[in-house]
């Protein structure tokens, strides 16, 4: 499974200043995951650490994992400069439960994940994330995964370009489409690629896992974006939004 986050590091943070990233995307996330004080929570695909640090101010204590180096030194830099008790390890989603057996992390009540899937590049790959998240969150526990919307983002690519995002169709077949998107700003820009899969297969592959009652909640604006950009603003986005949240609870075996 290749990503290109090794490649991106530090220029990650020009997504972060996105508005829809930062009103849209962290608001519906958050509402989706619900209260998390005193829960034991897996954060998968963790990048730097930015959502780990989040849910742990909210009270519950993180492990973040993510196949990148560069992202688990730039996550492990922060929690040296403002220590919050997050530990974070070097693993791939594919394979959960050999890093959660080899530093005793034991099983979660909840395992979150920014982008995950979207990196599935096969079929296979999918199968064996969605069935390795399974095999570390309890019975009763739950799985919230935040990644990109496959009905806007392959229908309607030319709508994100007024919201920061460059959107390059590369192939759209349905499931295994794939597509490049690029954030400038600053002199500087990010870019990297996705292989994307239909809701209907990822619910598929959820419930195959071993979860149950998969939700896709719709998107969401937070009030402070209102108010600082106007409901005209958003209205696009809302019709069309670049994200998608999935949520699904893990069925007793």
Same mark, same amino acid.
């Given at each position: 499974?290749?990503?290109?986050?090794?490649?991106?590091?530090? %220029?990650?943070?020009?997504?972060?200043?996105?508005?829809?990233?930062?009103?849209?995307? *962290?608001?519906? $996330?958050?509402?989706?995951? !619900?209260?998390?004080?005193?829960?034991?929570?897996?954060?998968?695909?963790?990048?730097?650490? $930015?959502?780990?640090?989040?849910?742990?101010?909210?009270?519950?204590?993180?492990?973040?994992?993510?196949?990148?180096?560069?992202?688990?030194?730039?996550?492990?830099?922060?929690?040296?400069?403002?220590?919050?008790?997050?530990?974070?390890?070097?693993?791939?989603?594919?394979?959960?439960?050999?890093?959660? %057996?080899?530093? %005793?992390? !034991?099983? $979660?009540?909840?395992?979150?994940?920014?982008?995950?899937?979207?990196?599935?590049?096969?079929?296979?790959?999918?199968?064996?994330?969605?069935?390795?998240?399974?095999?570390?969150?309890?019975? !009763?526990?739950?799985?919230?995964?935040?990644?990109?919307?496959?009905?806007?983002?392959?229908?309607?690519?030319?709508?994100?370009? %007024?919201?920061?995002?460059?959107?390059?169709?590369?192939?759209?077949?349905?499931?295994?489409?794939?597509?490049?998107?690029?954030?400038? !700003?600053?002199?500087?820009?990010?870019?990297?690629?996705?292989?994307?899969?239909?809701?209907?297969?990822?619910?598929?592959?959820?419930?195959?896992?071993? $979860?149950?009652?998969?939700?896709?909640?719709?998107?969401?604006?937070?009030?402070?974006?209102?108010?600082?950009?106007?409901?005209?603003?958003?209205?696009?986005?809302?019709?069309?939004?670049?994200?998608?949240? @999935?949520?699904? @609870? *893990?069925?007793?075996?």
């Amino acid at each position: 499974m290749a990503t290109d986050y090794d490649e991106l590091g530090s %220029r990650y943070l020009l997504i972060k200043s996105l508005p829809w990233k930062r009103f849209s995307e *962290r608001y519906t $996330f958050f509402k989706a995951v !619900g209260p998390v004080h005193g829960l034991h929570l897996i954060d998968v695909a963790c990048g730097d650490g $930015f959502y780990s640090r989040q849910f742990r101010d909210a009270g519950a204590d993180v492990v973040g994992v993510d196949v990148s180096r560069e992202m688990i030194r730039l996550a492990t830099v922060q929690e040296a400069r403002e220590r919050k008790g997050i530990r974070y390890e070097l693993g791939d989603a594919r394979n959960l439960e050999q890093v959660v %057996r080899r530093r %005793r992390l !034991g099983i $979660f009540d909840i395992a979150v994940a920014q982008w995950l899937l979207d990196y599935a590049d096969t079929r296979d790959a999918l199968r064996a994330m969605c069935r390795s998240l399974a095999c570390v969150v309890r019975p !009763g526990g739950r799985f919230v995964h935040l990644g990109g919307c496959f009905d806007s983002i392959f229908g309607h690519p030319e709508r994100f370009r %007024r919201y920061g995002v460059e959107v390059e169709v590369l192939s759209s077949h349905g499931d295994g489409s794939r597509c490049r998107w690029t954030v400038a !700003g600053g002199g500087e820009s990010v870019s990297a690629e996705n292989t994307m899969w239909t809701p209907a297969t990822v619910t598929a592959e959820l419930e195959a896992a071993g $979860f149950a009652a998969v939700e896709w909640p719709e998107a969401e604006i937070d009030p402070e974006g209102v108010a600082e950009l106007g409901e005209a603003y958003w209205a696009a986005y809302l019709d069309h939004p670049y994200h998608a949240v @999935t949520c699904a @609870t *893990r069925r007793a075996p």
